[in-house]
Nanobody, 121 residues
Framework: QVQLVESGGGLVQPGGSLRLSCAASGTIFSISTMGWYRQAPGKQRELLAVIMSDSSTNLADSVKDRFTISRDNAKNTVYLEMTSLKSEDTAVYYC???????????????WGQGTQVTVSS
């Protein structure tokens, strides 16, 4: 079984910054695509950013000027750098990864438990 653990969330003032991280553990052979999502109360889960195995990235229009996604393959970790945070960014942030386990024949999607980000003065 694979475990994804997010960290770095918390309370921040408008205009502030946070760096989220998500580390994968388990009998991992490789990780291809990794991504970040968020979900606010009463809203659908929103895809924010993805990073591919070649480190190419795509970000949602709502955050592309303020957020950056990156990964450290040696640590099986994906990061989300968030700057110029707004109250509208308040949500639970989730990481996702498509992972091939050792001795498996195909990749599967895995999700972290989520970390709360609250932007408020």
């Amino acid at each position: 079984q694979v475990q994804l653990v997010e960290s770095g969330g918390g309370l921040v003032q408008p205009g502030g910054s946070l760096r989220l991280s998500c580390a994968a553990s388990g009998t991992i052979f490789s990780i291809s695509t990794m991504g970040w999502y968020r979900q606010a109360p009463g809203k659908q889960r929103e895809l924010l950013a993805v990073i591919m195995s070649d480190s190419s990235t795509n970000l949602a229009d709502s955050v592309k000027d303020r957020f950056t996604i990156s990964r450290d393959n040696a640590k099986n970790t994906v990061y989300l750098e968030m700057t110029s945070l707004k109250s509208e960014d308040t949500a639970v942030y989730y990481c996702n990864a498509k992972i091939l386990l050792r001795f498996s024949v195909r990749e599967y999607d895995y999700w972290g438990q989520g970390t709360q980000v609250t932007v408020s003065s």
